[in-house]
Each structure stands twice: as C-alpha cells, then as structure tokens.
C-alpha cells in the first residue's frame, strides 16, 4: 500500500509539473488557458459528483475559487506579485478562479490517499498533512510556472523565485479552508476520509 501511495504521488507531481508547463507555454493566452482549466473542473464534476460528500468537496472548491480571486486581487493591487503578458493591459488572469479551484481537488486527492493508506485517525495529524501538502505541492506547481515567465513575486527570501511568505500565505490559506470544511463536515453528518465527523467509516 505505501508503494502504491509512492507511485501515486511521483505520478500526481509529474502532472502537476504538467499543468504549470501547460499554462506556462500557453499564459500569453489567458482565456484559453481559462477555457482548458473550466473544461478540466467539468470533467472533476462529472467524476466526483456521486461520490460519499461530493457537495462538500465541491464547496471546498468553490471556496478556494471565491478566496483565491481575493487573495489575488489583495496580492496584485499591492503590488505583491505581478502578472506577465496580459492583453488590454489587464493584470488579471482569466484563468486564476479555475486554478485555485483545481488546486484544491489536488491537495485534497493527496490528504484522501495519504489518510487511506496510512489510516491517519487524529485530527492533530491530519491538520499537519494538510500544512505540509499546502506548503510543498503548491509550491512545485508555481516554481515551474514563474520559471516559464507567467508571473513574478516581488517579495525577499526567495526559494527558485517563490518567497517563504507565499509559501506561508498559501499555508495559511488551505489549512483555514481545511478547518472550515471539517465544521461544515461534522454539521452536514458527512462521511469523508478527509473532512468527514465519521472518517473510521472510510478507512
């Protein structure tokens, strides 16, 4: 079993680089990379839609859409970070809700197979998952695509152009969304490995 949790995450990494290659090359393109990315979340909808908690997984990635075009909107009035490339002399991407959506089915496709194959019951463990999911895999993801010249961090301290502060901010992000879905869960009864009141059901 934890070979298998191995191959899965050496696969679920080369996919991520995948995807920041993919919107690298295409990012002068926003609006297909946009129109690739909602196609993608269609195909996410149509997979997951009867799984055990699908609306609770759903929320989350609305959730992280809705918060990650507020976080981007703070980041880039402030000057934080800049996009590169736009048209119309736009500094937003088209494609940005629909990364921060998907970006929350990757963390969560990671937690649920770490969970499983470890059978984590704590809460206090499955909280410092999230923490090292949302500060590494994130961080590969936007190493590639800042490298491909999609965007630029203007902040020090900086790891192959990612900032410590961004890797603490995205830290921040996905824990608290993580804690609000875990209160929802426990309200909504639902069973769920990750976010679930009954996960023992599941392991």
């Not at 991520?16 to 196609?39: C, E, K, N, R, Y």
């Not at 507020?70 to 590169?84: F, K, L, Q, V």
Request: aromatic fraction near 16%; charge should be positive; proline fraction near 4%.
């Amino acid at each position: 079993m934890r070979n298998e949790v191995v191959l899965f995450t050496l696969q679920r990494i080369m996919a991520l680089a995948v995807a920041g290659a993919v919107i690298g090359v295409l990012h002068q393109d926003d609006l297909t990379v946009a129109f690739l990315l909602a196609a993608y979340s269609i195909v996410v909808y149509l997979r997951k839609k009867k799984m055990p908690g699908a609306k609770l997984y759903f929320l989350g990635y609305i959730l992280s859409a809705l918060g990650g075009v507020m976080a981007e909107h703070w980041g880039i009035s402030n000057g934080h970070w800049t996009y590169h490339d736009l048209s119309d002399g736009r500094t937003f991407p088209y494609w940005l809700p629909f990364a921060w959506g998907l970006a929350f089915t990757f963390l969560y496709s990671f937690e649920r197979a770490y969970i499983l194959a470890f059978k984590i019951r704590s809460f206090g463990v499955k909280f410092c998952l999230t923490l090292l999911v949302s500060a590494l895999f994130p961080t590969i993801g936007e190493i590639v695509t800042v490298k491909l010249g999609v965007w630029t961090y203007h902040w020090p301290y900086q790891v192959l152009g990612i900032p410590l502060y961004a890797i603490g901010l995205l830290m921040a992000f996905h824990s608290a969304i993580y804690l609000l879905l875990c209160w929802i869960g426990k309200r909504w009864r639902v069973i769920d490995p990750v976010f679930g009141r009954t996960p023992l059901e599941m392991l």
